[in-house]
């Protein structure tokens, strides 16, 4: 799939100067196309799908954030360019797939880059009908009039939501003239959300570049550590190997985090100076066309573990062990959780931090001091991904291609004076890529260290 970079650059190419379309662009298109295809197919009879491209978003004064579009639209569009719209329209006899988009405008593309317009949209994105943005307000109420249905994302976007009403308001207007308004609103985001969240081979492809990036920016950043760096030069070994890789920005704002700051969860201030005797923990990962990494490790700066920061670890690891074992088609989503909370809770035990049975402890959730979030989440095209975890109140079942995170942990606070003062501020989190397939699952971020020994190893030979 073509991502912002390199859509445009491609799709002018090829117009403009072969007049011809590669297979492997065709083969990313069909693609695109297979999705909305089969997302109108889930439509209930006589409605249309609106979705917007993202707006820009200001940074301060006149300067914006680097563009990034809607994970929905550019899953359903491959286009990158903000001021678009997408109306899906089964049945429609002229064309069941129309899209809005900017028009060519040279001056403007002088200063902001090349624009794709819209007759290329019909030739390069496989779109039956295309229009310039700047005319949608005269032609999307004659595309929505005589529907029974919309499909939209509400309550997303103000803005949004009022265009479409001023759109049904101007049907209406047409009423006593015989124009049908629709009659009936519904979400979008559920049918187009289960579709995302059973990833294709070609995304699974993606999101293991993905990983395999991140994992090259993790190698770096561990054996660029000792005392006396700074947590942002840390960071920017990962953000190093995530540009050079083709990677152009992270999936989510870095984690860098020594000593007691490894305690926040999501601490990103990413300013310390890393100690002697620190942990250090860091949670990263790149986003690369427009799939998302998501990488957790930690290890001691100077090189090894105390054996405090050890047992600690280790408890961390067996949990993760248990619960990427627990990853199987077939599974509720809840099961990976309940095995890593059962490792931690008799860890802890042994460790003398927690006091009572297993079982009991489990139920009155008393690892919750020290383990208090869940072992994943959903991850794709966003790092935090779409998809229901329940349905019908009930923990859903593992399916392959199905891609969560893994990502036990144990956080001590440095001020917890129920437990001795050699555990305070020990942070630990590991966390994985993990996709289920057909007779289990896969690992999509192997290549870091990640025993002791590994670990240990690892460091002491970039030192």
């Not at 601490?267 to 620190?278: L, M, R, S, T, V």
Request: a negative charge; charged letters at 25%; aromatic letters at 8%.
């Amino acid at each position: 799939m073509l991502g912002a970079g390199l859509q445009k650059d491609v799709s002018n190419a090829i117009a403009e100067v072969t007049g011809t379309v590669t297979e492997e662009v065709m083969s990313q298109y069909r693609e695109f196309k297979a999705r909305r295809k089969e997302l109108m197919a889930q439509m209930e009879p006589n409605s249309i799908a609106l979705l917007a491209a993202a707006r820009p978003s200001v940074r301060n004064n006149d300067a914006f954030y680097q563009y990034r579009q809607s994970s929905d639209f550019y899953y359903l569009t491959g286009l990158a360019e903000e001021h678009a719209l997408l109306a899906l329209i089964p049945g429609r006899k002229q064309g069941e797939v129309v899209l809005f988009c900017q028009e060519k405008d040279p001056q403007k593309e002088l200063w902001e880059g090349i624009l794709l317009g819209p007759d290329a949209a019909c030739s390069e994105l496989g779109m039956d009908d295309a229009f310039p943005i700047a005319d949608i307000d005269d032609i999307l109420p004659g595309l929505i009039e005589g529907r029974d249905r919309v499909y939209y994302s509400m309550g997303k976007d103000d803005r949004f939501d009022d265009q479409v009403m001023e759109w049904v308001k101007v049907i209406r207007s047409k009423s006593k003239l015989g124009a049908h308004p629709p009659g009936e609103f519904l979400m979008l985001d559920p049918l187009l959300h289960e579709l995302r969240l059973l990833k294709s081979t070609a995304e699974i492809k993606l999101m293991e570049k993905a990983a395999k990036i991140s994992v090259e920016g993790h190698k770096r950043a561990m054996a660029a550590c000792k005392p006396g760096v700074y947590e942002y030069e840390l960071e920017a070994e990962l953000l190093y190997a995530f540009k050079r890789n083709g990677s152009l920005a992270p999936a989510y704002t870095s984690i860098v985090a020594a000593g007691d700051n490894a305690c926040i969860l999501h601490y990103n201030e990413n300013k310390a100076q890393i100690k002697e005797g620190d942990l250090v923990l860091i949670d990263a990962g790149c986003e690369y066309e427009y799939y998302a990494s998501d990488i957790t490790r930690t290890f001691p700066a100077s090189g090894k573990f105390t054996p405090e920061q050890k047992a600690i670890y280790e408890i961390v690891l067996k949990a993760q062990d248990a619960a990427i074992a627990a990853v199987q088609p077939g599974a509720s989503w809840d099961e990976p959780h309940k095995a890593s909370v059962k490792v931690i809770t008799q860890g802890l035990i042994k460790l003398g931090l927690l006091k009572g049975t297993p079982a009991k402890l489990i139920k009155s959730e008393a690892y919750k001091e020290f383990y208090m979030h869940r072992v994943g989440h959903w991850i794709g095209m966003d790092v935090h991904d779409v998809g229901d975890y329940k349905i019908d109140d009930t923990w859903r079942l593992l399916e392959p291609g199905m891609v969560t995170t893994i990502e036990p942990g144990i956080y001590i606070a440095p001020d917890n004076k129920k437990v001795a003062k050699k555990w305070r501020g020990i942070g630990v989190r590991i966390e994985d890529d993990v996709l289920v397939t057909k007779k289990g699952h896969k690992v999509l971020s192997n290549g870091i260290p990640k025993t002791v020994a590994e670990i240990e190893s690892f460091m002491a030979q970039s030192a």
